[in-house]
């Protein structure tokens, strides 16, 4: 049974970092994806950023330049280095996985969901 447990988030001032983590117990699946949401309150899910089973990376663009997916595959933890962070960066963060070949922008696009971490960025 797949397990993923976000942690690290927290509050922060405009321009700060914080590191994201997803610990993925029970995921095993090397052709996978794995991928990064928020979800702000009143707005949708949002792709934050995605990174296959070879290392192959992509982001929002709202993110771009400012957050680094990494995993770590003999600890099976996901990471989000989240630098210059900006008001419109608060939300819930989730982390995502998926056994299917390739990956997704979307939510549905994903199996298996951790229950959040919050990250509130303030002025």
């Known amino acids: 049974q797949v397990q993923l447990v976000e942690s690290g988030g927290g509050s922060v001032q405009g321009g700060g970092s914080l590191r994201l983590s997803c610990g993925a117990s029970g995921y095993t699946n090397r052709r996978g994806c794995m991928a990064w949401f928020r979800q702000a309150p009143g707005k949708e899910r949002e792709w934050v950023g995605f990174i296959s089973s070879d290392g192959w990376s992509n982001y929002a663009d709202s993110v771009k330049g400012r957050f680094t997916i990494s995993q770590d595959n003999a600890k099976n933890t996901l990471y989000l280095q989240m630098n210059s962070l900006e008001l419109e960066d608060t939300a819930m963060y989730y982390c995502?996985?998926?056994?299917?070949?390739?990956?997704?922008?979307?939510?549905?696009?994903?199996?298996?969901w951790g229950q959040g971490t919050q990250v509130t960025v303030s002025s």
């Open positions: 995502a996985a998926r056994n299917i070949p390739g990956c997704s922008p979307r939510p549905s696009g994903y199996s298996y």
